[in-house]
């Protein structure tokens, strides 16, 4: 299960690089992983720093956290 979390992390992160910003709802289907995985996913990367969350009503827009 590490594995697939740290995966669809990785999915996660390129899928930002390009799009720039998305919105969770948006995310979850574009990934085409199970929502679960995704969320878990999704928190490790806010956990470590890697992406912005910033509520929308009742989703989420989703940022890549450039450093530099």
């Keep these: 299960m590490i ?4 995966i669809i992390a990785g999915d996660i ?31 490790w990367l806010a956990r470590e720093g890697h992406v912005i969350l910033q509520q929308i009503g009742s989703d989420y ?4 956290r450039k450093n530099g």
């Design 13 to 43: 992160w390129h899928f930002l690089d390009e799009h720039t910003e998305v919105m969770l709802s948006e995310l979850v289907k574009d990934i085409d992983k199970p929502r679960d995985n995704v969320l878990m996913s999704l928190g």
């Design 61 to 64: 827009k989703l940022t890549l």
């Design 3 to 6: 594995t697939q979390i740290g």
